[in-house]
């Protein structure tokens, strides 16, 4: 049997000999006089929640000196962390308090405790949803059997990026030290299901594991544990997931000194990127002080590299943001997972893993549904897309079954010369073409092109603005210096072929002026345009 720890946050850590090199303390900023554990990052590696016991602010700090609030940190434009702050009320309602996961998205956390409209009731994990700039009452997620079959002293959970998975540690053992981790699914019923071991290929029978954290890829687990072969009193273990049954593993492999100490190593947590690792550590520290730190990994302990798709999601119609969910899933496979959009901004984050191509489903109340598709089937490196996702209120339609926008759109085609030079709005020049993502023009844009040379030496007296627009694929900065050359291409067109200048202006817009939805590839076909505009 272990040694009795005193309690969950300071599980006895002793200092390591010598100071590991790739240590980084996060600072006075985060760290305090009192002990930081149970570290929690977001995807975009920008909030980090975690655990400050015994600080008189904690909310029970009266009643138990040892109390434990939620904190949490911004990281600045610098790179620092910023000050530490209490974490919501809602937050710590309890004695013992800890946010065990934060969505990718930002707008979700799962915290210690089982609680019925924010009345603690027992052991367990409840989520609460992010509503504008406050939080909703925790809920508890209703685990089958779990007050049973959890008899430890300390335990704990995860939830992995899909928000379908969660990963338990715990003992069926009444008063036991020596845990083990279990898996509980989401059903499409949506019920989870009874926590199941993950079996012994990560499980000991005499040894304790602890803190399992799953990576963004879904199927790189890191754990806690005391088993043989460790340089300390628990060690971090790294392992892979082989199949779906969450039963079949590779063999851990001890992430050694650049990552563990002689002491007690545990609470291990990664951002969508993997290239740090962030922990709880007495480094340094004299007794059982403990400062948070974050770890370089070298390339043997990184999970797989993932894709951070962010963006917001808006009314078309008005730009407005919307409060929706998407639901992702492998093309030809079921749902993978689902996030939700911040309501107060519209602004969404989603973690892709490599290996699949994905479908893409944005659903909110009064708005029709739509659908993408992004391809990861080719792996590659940890990248960031920005897309932003427009949604077309019900009973609306943008676009006609001819692919043209039934207001506000005007071809070039469809217009005779007195048409145009009296059209006081924008006016799209649908047969002007560019080399894919270049800016070079493509000799079947010349003859439209040339239509509109014309239409300037007819009317001496005005002036054109050339606007150039593209679809949402690729950042805003690429977009909008891509809008901008494809516009100054088309204006050394007109002046090549004898107009003045003076008399030509060119603007690039990038995606910020969509003419249709980006959710489908005909909308972003429209969306990729060259319009130009006469001018008194």
Same mark, same amino acid.
């Given at each position: 049997?272990k040694?009795?720890?005193?309690n ?10 010598s ?45 138990d000196?040892?109390?434990?609030d ?6 600045g ?70 007050d ?22 715990f ?36 040894y ?10 879904g199927?790189?687990?890191?754990f ?20 779906e ?11 050694g ?18 290239d ?11 007794g ?11 390339? =043997?302990?990184? +999970? #797989?590299?993932? *894709?951070?798709?962010?963006? /917001?999601?808006?009314?078309?119609? &008005? !730009? ?5 969910v ?10 993978e ?20 191509k ?19 089937t ?11 996702l ?7 339609? =943008?676009?006609? +079954? #001819?692919?043209? *926008?039934?207001?506000?759109? /005007?071809?070039?085609?469809?217009? &005779? !010369?007195?048409?145009i ?10 047969n ?44 805003n ?8 050359d ?43 345009r ?7």
């Amino acid at each position: 049997m272990k040694k009795l720890y005193i309690n969950l946050l300071a599980l006895a850590f002793v200092s390591t000999a010598s100071a590991q090199q790739n240590f980084e303390n996060l600072g006075s900023q985060v760290n305090s006089q009192y002990p930081e554990a149970r570290p929690t990052i977001s995807a975009d590696g920008q909030t980090l929640y975690f655990v400050v016991e015994g600080n008189p602010v904690n909310r029970n700090f009266k009643k138990d000196k040892k109390a434990q609030d939620v904190w949490f940190s911004k990281l600045g434009a610098d790179g620092t962390w910023g000050p530490a702050t209490h974490a919501p009320e809602i937050m710590n309602a309890n004695d013992n308090n800890a946010v065990f996961w934060v969505s990718p998205d930002g707008n979700r956390v799962l915290i210690r405790g089982a609680f019925e409209n924010g009345t603690y009731v027992g052991r367990g994990v409840s989520m609460l949803y992010k509503q504008g700039d406050s939080w909703s009452a925790p809920q508890k997620l209703d685990i089958p059997n779990y007050d049973k079959m959890s008899k430890d002293i300390f335990s704990g959970a995860f939830m992995a990026s899909t928000g379908k998975t969660i990963l338990f540690y715990f003992s069926e053992e009444k008063n036991s030290f020596i845990n083990d981790i279990y898996v509980s699914h989401l059903g499409d019923d949506g019920k989870w299901s009874q926590p199941e071991s993950l079996g012994t290929d990560i499980n000991t029978f005499e040894y304790d594991e602890i803190s399992p954290y799953l990576a963004a890829d879904g199927v790189t687990l890191y754990f806690s544990s005391d088993r043989p072969g460790g340089l300390g009193k628990h060690d971090i273990w790294m392992a892979k997931r082989l199949d779906e049954s969450w039963k079949k593993w590779s063999t851990p492999v001890n992430l050694g000194p650049t990552v563990n100490t002689k002491g007690w190593d545990a609470y291990f947590a990664l951002d969508a990127l993997g290239d740090y690792a962030y922990m709880a550590s007495t480094e340094g520290k004299e007794g059982n002080q403990t400062d948070l730190v974050k770890v370089k990994l070298d390339s =043997l302990a990184k +999970p #797989n590299a993932v *894709l951070l798709m962010y963006g /917001k999601i808006v009314n078309a119609g &008005d !730009d407005t943001p919307i409060n929706s969910v998407i639901y992702y899933d492998k093309i030809g496979g079921q749902t993978e997972g689902s996030i939700y959009s911040n309501p107060a901004d519209g602004t969404y984050k989603i973690v892709l893993p490599y290996g699949a191509k994905y479908s893409i489903r944005t659903t909110a109340d009064k708005f029709r549904p739509m659908t993408d598709t992004i391809d990861l089937t080719k792996v590659d490196a940890y990248k960031e897309i920005h897309r932003d996702l427009y949604l077309t209120p019900e009973g609306v339609r =943008l676009v006609d +079954p #001819n692919d043209t *926008l039934i207001t506000d759109r /005007k071809n070039m085609e469809d217009l &005779d !010369d007195e048409e145009i030079a009296n059209e006081n709005g924008p006016v799209t020049l649908s047969n002007v073409y560019f080399v894919f993502a270049k800016h070079y023009l493509q000799t079947k844009s010349y003859t439209e092109l040339d239509r509109l040379v014309r239409l300037l030496k007819a009317n001496p007296d005005k002036k054109v603005e050339i606007a150039a627009h593209t679809d949402w694929i690729g950042s805003n900065a690429d977009n909008l210096q891509l809008s901008k050359d494809r516009a100054e291409a088309a204006r050394q067109y007109l002046i090549a072929k004898g107009i003045d200048a003076s008399r030509i202006i060119a603007k690039g817009y990038g995606e910020t002026k969509p003419a249709a939805s980006n959710n489908t590839a005909e909308g972003r076909q429209l969306n990729r345009r060259i319009e130009f505009t006469l001018l008194n």
